[in-house]
């Protein structure tokens, strides 16, 4: 007879609960819905449209001036090993360099002493280089511009040295 007994309550209790749920779905009774294809309430706070790393979220301002940027710049002497246009802006050229000596100029961070031996790459207006060939020594100050998702190197302040 107990067992009978405790299997009735038991019996009465999930029917309580379960028509107590069912009533919550069906007239809101906790102020919450229902998404009929999950069976669970829709999120409280809107789930942002994420991108894939390295480019910018939907919607957002990608000029160069949204993230913190630390200015930079250093003196250079260089050689000029090569000059190609820049495919991607007729304005620029780029020159494959190998730098001679590197210092900071006008109180700024020096981007990189490690520099000094290496070969790089700097955009210059096509407007600075006039007379510039193969073999060139010069002077001009260079900046670091970008981010870890894209940069390069853009010098301004032309000094021919040979």
């Not at 939907?58 to 000029?80: F, H, K, Q, W, Y």
Request: charged share 15%; glycine share 10%.
């Amino acid at each position: 007879m107990k067992i009978k007994l405790g299997i009735l309550i038991l019996f009465l209790i999930s029917l309580l609960i379960l028509s107590g749920c069912k009533a919550d779905q069906q007239n809101g009774e906790t102020g919450a819905t229902v998404d009929s294809s999950t069976g669970y309430p829709p999120p409280e706070i809107p789930i942002p449209e994420v991108s894939p790393p390295g480019y910018p979220a939907p919607g957002s301002d990608t000029s160069p001036s949204t993230g913190p940027v630390r200015e930079n710049a250093s003196a250079m002497n260089i050689e000029v090993l090569s000059i190609t246009p820049n495919e991607k802006n007729a304005e620029d050229v780029i020159l494959h360099v190998k730098v001679n000596s590197s210092v900071p100029t006008n109180g700024l961070d020096e981007f990189n002493s490690n520099l000094i031996g290496q070969e790089i790459d700097i955009h210059l207006n096509v407007a600075d280089t006039a007379n510039l060939a193969v073999g060139n020594i010069l002077s001009l100050t260079v900046s670091y511009r970008g981010d870890e998702w894209g940069g390069g190197y853009y010098g301004t302040g032309i000094t021919f040295e040979s």
